[in-house]
């Protein structure tokens, strides 16, 4: 006999868990019990935001779902935007919130939620466990929905009582998520509409991606000399040094790159939605039927034809796909010389004008991409400072960066947390501004609790500078809502025990960037940043005057 509690945190043992997130609760202690004998290592948040985005950015980096245990209502709403990260950039991930017990249900007792109700636009599935007999096929169903098909969020309640009670029920299996692979005809169909493409375009996105279908991809794409883009923050899906690539479809997107999607014949898409960020608000793409030949290989059929019509719908998972594209005889490329265009296009944006002021994010940017090891982990939350962070980036293996593509503020410090428990000997990066830092700062609490030395880089310019700049454009002049009076940060990471400096000047990085590494604790680097410079092409003035 054990008890339910038991029992679940047995069954994500067997599932190969070994890091779950938590903010406790007096509603789920049986599971907390579990977990003290558990091999499982448990790490405690400061909020359920914190807890949750680590999760989250768990799921992403392993493909395997990042464990989230939080309280009823209050905790569960607070971790809310996690799941809805991990809805939208397809990571699979298990939120475990306490509940009343069975006989108060329905009452609206103490903290009671109905989570399908509440979860059930924005996870995959959310339900509640009726019985401790039946833990096991509840954790296999919630393991199974959040790999298989398009990966992401399942919300399982577990009623307190459920939880204290005894049951003999074996334990169920590993679950891992099922393998599709494209058949015969639809790879000769695609291997023929590539045969009559002029201007292809391969777009790779989210949905099940791993280092070896980075590797087949980028295979395939040089042997055929086909352009690859990645879609929004999935620049670490094909190895930037590669011939074949040719940048990101992101936000404050190249025109040279956009240009390149609104004018290929042809896009193969493998993985992804083709959402909004990546199609420039459904413009470059247009559904529901695209001028551009489309190819869409995606895990769940659900997402083919969802938005667009695709000439060739493959429903295949993106390891299987990608080593069948792999093996294809490559066809006679009529597109290098757009192919050698979009990559020398590419090899532009690392050039960038000086920056106003003292502290010149390019230079930094610069210095990182030559200095940062291959392996280190970049993570990121949402803000202008973003805009630098990716577009000065190189990413050369797949793993190494965890940014929310919902586009969520307060991410990458529990991001970053999460990647440094994953690869404790990896250099952890995480780009923050001056707001998104301090919407989920707490958590510089846990990175000093269990000793993560990630590396922080605060571009502070005293606002919410993307809002500022959608103001100015929409409503010259008219500053409302976007100022911030900001904390003393390096005397706030002190407080917090981390180690924190100022940089004042862009040639004091290299020098800061190393003490932070070798203080051998979680640190904070304040760049104090001209706001005339809102974003790498647009500045304020410019802005006010209605020229930019
Ligand atoms: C959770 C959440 N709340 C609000 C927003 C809207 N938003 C997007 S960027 C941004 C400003 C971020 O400010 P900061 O971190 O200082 O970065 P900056 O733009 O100044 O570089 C805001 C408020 C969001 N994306 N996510
Ligand atoms: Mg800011």
């Known amino acids: 006999m054990r008890t339910g509690g038991r029992t679940l945190v047995d069954q994500l043992e067997l599932n ?110 959310a339900w509640e466990l009726d019985s401790a007999e039946r833990i096991p096929e509840h954790m296999a169903e919630a393991f199974s929905i959040a790999v298989s098909g398009r990966p992401g969020p399942v919300v399982l309640a577990m009623p307190e009582d459920v939880l204290a009670e005894q049951s003999d029920v074996a334990d169920g299996e590993r679950i891992d998520a099922p393998r599709l692979t494209p058949d015969a005809a639809e790879l000769e169909r695609l291997r023929e509409l590539l045969a009559a493409a002029d201007r292809p375009l391969v777009v790779v ?123 294809l005889d490559p066809v006679m490329p009529r597109w290098r010389e757009w192919a050698g265009a979009a990559r020398a296009d590419y090899e ?56 929310p593509r919902s586009g969520s503020m307060g991410y990458g410090l529990p991001a970053a947390v999460a990647a440094q428990l994953i690869h404790p000997d990896r250099v952890v990066v995480c780009f923050t501004g001056d707001g998104d830092f301090v919407m989920s700062s707490p958590e510089l609490a846990t990175a000093v609790q269990y000793d993560l030395p990630i590396v922080v880089l605060l571009v502070n310019n005293g606002m919410y500078a993307t809002i500022r700049m959608h103001q100015e454009r929409q409503f010259p002049g008219r500053v409302v809502g976007t100022d911030l009076e900001n904390p003393d940060f390096p005397a706030l990471a002190h407080a917090y025990g981390a180690h924190g400096e100022r940089v004042e000047r862009t040639d004091d990085f290299e020098g800061a960037f190393e003490r932070a590494l070798t203080s051998g604790k979680p640190a904070v680097l304040e760049l104090p940043v001209d706001p005339e410079r809102i974003s790498p092409r647009v500045r304020l003035s410019d802005l006010q005057k209605g020229a930019a």
């Open 16 to 125: 190969g868990v070994d890091l779950a997130f938590c903010l406790p609760g007096e509603s789920y202690l049986p599971v907390l019990d579990a977990l003290y004998d558990s091999p499982i290592r448990l790490v405690t948040c400061r909020h359920e935001q914190g807890a949750a985005n680590a999760a989250e950015a768990y799921g992403k980096l392993t493909g395997r779902p990042g464990i989230c245990l939080v309280t009823r209502g209050p905790g569960a709403t607070q971790a809310a935007v996690g799941v809805h990260t991990a809805k939208q950039d397809s990571s699979p991930m298990i939120l475990l919130v306490g509940q009343v017990p069975r006989a108060f249900r329905g009452r609206e007792a103490w903290q009671e939620l109905d989570y399908g109700q509440v979860f059930g636009g924005i996870a995959k599935a």
């Open 205 to 327: 996105g989210e949905g099940g991606w791993t280092a070896e279908t980075s590797r087949d991809v980028q295979a395939f794409c040089e042997a055929n000399a086909l352009p690859v883009a990645c879609a929004f923050r999935c620049q670490d899906f094909v190895d930037n040094r590669s011939p074949s690539y040719v940048g990101v479809l992101g936000v404050a997107m190249d025109e040279a790159i956009a240009a390149r999607l609104r004018d290929a014949d042809l896009v193969l898409a493998i993985g992804g939605r083709l959402g909004e960020v990546p199609t420039r608000r459904y413009t470059l793409l247009e559904p529901p039927d695209p001028r551009q030949t489309l190819i869409h290989v995606h895990p769940d059929p659900d997402e083919l034809g969802r938005v667009y019509e695709p000439d060739l719908p493959i429903a295949a998972t993106l390891p299987e796909c990608a080593a069948a594209l792999r093996a």
């Open 348 to 403: 532009r944006t690392f050039e960038h004008e000086p920056m106003e002021g003292d502290v010149d994010l390019g230079e930094i940017m610069a210095f990182l991409r030559r200095s940062l090891p291959g392996d280190a982990v970049q993570t990121c939350g949402a803000g202008n400072f973003t805009v630098w962070a990716h577009r000065f980036a190189q990413f050369t293996q797949f793993g190494t960066q965890a940014c």
